[in-house]
């Protein structure tokens, strides 16, 4: 049986595109790039910024990861191509 | 049980266990020796990945970076968990699909090149070897302390152990010893801190400790170290980066993508039973590594606020009766003047743990004023404010010096927790420190026996020849490391994120591509590889000396110190890896484009199915 090989791609390459921009938010954006201007806002004793830098960012890593196993799971059997 | 007696019990017991556990579960033919025969669930296989992956870097010298640095140090908790992300979606599952040992495996056949497949050897021998260099200094540390000896003794001693430690087992003794250590070393590392977030603000869980008010005030806890610090002219602990901006971007990226592009941390999804496992086992082993990566930043800025504490008696934090030290809430809401002759703290009055740690000589105290008191604080500063009052104080310079790679091992002493704890953590630096020499060790054993020598020199060698040949260049490898790590390129941290930036500029491109770019030629992956390695090999070397070799430096060359954007030489690996993948497409559009076999390749290992059929870990 002939897969659809460019479409389950397409929608692979597509979730990693949404992946990998939370990714470069969380830490690059809200943990360098903005980390000052977050500091203004307190959350509890922290700075926002500083949190991130330092604990927000990873807490979103392992979430990004598991939420990207389970629809990389429903990609594969969408597409009929996942592990028997 | 004093003290010493306790430290060589705990240590004792679980060196025991690793052994036993290593016995147990020895490895037989040539694929459990390298991939555990591929027996190994996703849970399990993350708690390994977290042991092998979480070194004497995350372990001993980490927090003490951060106490150092402050929000910069934050890099290192972003890029070391932030690279598990790339790893998971961008090479675990179709490197298990692929289904092959080791990295240059799989270089070699996606770019069907025996030369392709020998430069990732040297790549990857380059990364590992600065890694271990790394995992010495810290061994060392511990060692020394743990012996009551020299740095230097230290790390001779750890080179013995690592050594025979290695030899022992294979992939799959390794595993199964590896979840024991991973559990040994969240608890050595959480229990203190937990113990410390209470004794400071009240609240249990470290990670929400650090963002607390101090107990019995309403000062938070950060808050006051800012004050403390700045005061004493160091940058204020919130807001200082690490270098400029530019630099703690690019530092973050090398460490991320160099996570995904180690050997070692690679090889674990080699062995995970399917694709989607390759997925998830990835998620799992960064929950097991984000537990200790969360509580870093507490230990970090907690064992720095009881130091200024211990040593000066106007930030707060005093000797409580009951033992540890606890919060002097009037003190804190006071703002007492912390140059105020009498509260810094007579050296014949210092605390026990600084005595133990003087021995080592990686803490000393030099009265520079004669006045028989400890001052503690940055006489460099270009605080103004700062600089004045020490001067009408007094103070002349300076008086104690912390190596930064002690924090954590002296954290339970410096907070006076009880001894069971302080040898808890020494036996969970010793067993992360290992655990990496270990994981490392067997990367370099499998690239010299089975790609270089099987693959290239000798094909017809024996399975027990190739184990031979795997020993002897782990023996090598010790002993260069060791060697080298007697005068270590920098701290355990640092030595370790120059491994990164090696592994990001050389090897994560060429997996990448070999992945991701279906038209990706030999040609342009070789020269990929061989450019990222040099241009970042000819930086780092330039500041840390050819190999590391002492003496040996070339700053002049290329303009003095961070002469490139201002870029630090651990945090190049970023750059490297621009330079591969330019390098890589320019020469892939001017060379022949890849056989079509090896595009059907690529098209096969993007797909889940039928990642059973090509399982060359679980064939047996």
Known sequence: MQHDVQGYWRATLGLLAKVLVIWFIVSFGAGILLADMLNGISLGGYPLGFWFAQQGAIYVFIALIFWYAKKMGDIDREFNVHED | ?620
């Open chain 2, 1 to 620: 049980m004093d003290l010493q007696t306790t430290i060589y019990l705990v240590v004792g017991a679980t060196f025991a266990l690793y052994i036993g556990i290593a016995i147990w579960a020895r490895a037989g033919s040539t694929s459990d020796y390298y991939a555990a025969g591929g027996g190994v669930p996703p849970v399990m296989n993350g708690m390994a990945t977290a042991a092998d992956w979480m070194s004497a870097a995350s372990f001993i010298s980490m927090a003490g970076l951060i106490a150092n640095m402050g929000y910069g140090g934050g890099l290192f908790l972003m890029g070391w968990t932030g690279g598990y992300v790339l790893l998971a979606c961008l090479l675990a599952p179709y490197l298990r699909k692929f289904g092959k040992f080791t990295v240059p495996q799989f270089i070699g056949d996606r770019f069907y090149s025996q030369t392709a497949s020998t430069v990732a050897v040297v790549c990857l021998l380059v990364a590992s070897v600065t890694y271990i260099i790394g995992q010495m200094t810290g061994v060392g540390v511990a060692f020394s302390r743990f012996l009551g000896v020299s740095s230097d003794t230290g790390i001779y001693v750890g080179m013995a152990i690592v050594f025979t430690y290695a030899v022992f087992g294979g992939m799959k003794g390794i595993t199964y010893t590896q979840v024991a250590q991973y559990i040994v070393l969240i608890f050595a590392y959480v229990i203190p801190a937990i113990f410390i977030s209470i004794a400071l603000t009240g609240v249990p869980l470290p990670q929400f400790g650090l963002g607390a008010n101090l107990s019995g005030t309403d000062v938070s806890l950060l808050q006051k170290l800012d004050q403390v610090v700045t005061e004493l002219g160091f940058g204020k602990y919130t807001t200082s980066t690490a270098g400029s901006t530019l630099n703690m971007f690019v530092y973050t990226l090398s460490l991320m993508i160099g996570t995904a592009g180690l050997p070692h941390v690679i090889m674990r999804f080699f062995t995970v039973p399917t694709v989607a496992a390759a997925r998830s086992s990835a998620g799992w082993a960064l929950v097991f590594i984000a537990i200790l990566y969360t509580t870093a930043p507490a230990v970090g800025a907690m064992a720095k606020l009881n130091l200024h504490g211990t040593v000066n008696s106007a930030v707060g934090i005093v000797n409580d009766p009951k033992g540890g030290l606890k919060v002097d809430a009037a003190t804190v809401k006071a703002n007492a003047d912390i140059y105020a002759p009498e509260a810094s703290l007579k050296y014949e009055e210092r605390p026990d743990w600084m005595k133990r740690w003087e021995k080592t000589g990686l803490l000393k105290f030099e009265d520079k004023n004669g006045d028989g008191r400890i001052q503690y604080y940055n006489d460099k500063t270009k605080n103004e404010a700062a600089k004045a009052k020490a001067e009408a104080a007094g103070w002349k310079g300076n008086e104690l010096t912390v190596n930064a790679d002690i924090i954590v091992l002296a954290n339970p002493e410096i907070a006076l927790l009880p001894n069971w704890v302080i040898a808890l953590v020494a036996a969970g630096g010793l067993a992360a420190a290992l655990s990496t020499a270990a994981g490392l060790l067997m990367a370099i054993s499998a690239a010299i026996s089975h790609d270089l020598i099987k693959g290239v020199f000798a094909p017809n060698i024996s399975e027990k020849g190739e184990l031979l040949a795997g020993k002897i260049s782990m023996a090598v490898a010790i002993v260069i490391a060791g060697w080298l790590g007697l005068n270590p390129p920098g701290f355990a941290a640092g030595t370790v994120a120059l491994a990164f930036g090696i592994a990001a500029s050389s090897l994560f491109p060429a997996i990448m591509m070999g992945i991701f770019s279906k038209k990706m030629n030999k040609e342009g992956a070789i020269a990929g590889m061989l450019a990222g390695l040099s241009v970042t090999l000819f930086y780092v070397f330039a500041h840390k000396g050819i190999f590391f070799v002492k003496g040996t430096e070339y700053l002049n060359l290329i303009g003095g110190a961070n002469s490139f954007f201002g870029i630090t030489p651990e945090a190049f690996g970023a750059v490297g890896a621009l330079v591969n993948f330019i390098v890589a497409f320019v020469v892939d559009k001017v060379t022949k484009e890849p056989p079509e076999h090896i595009q059907h390749m690529v098209e096969n290992v993007r797909i889940p199915r039928g990642s059973k059929a090509v399982d060359g870990a679980h064939a047996h």
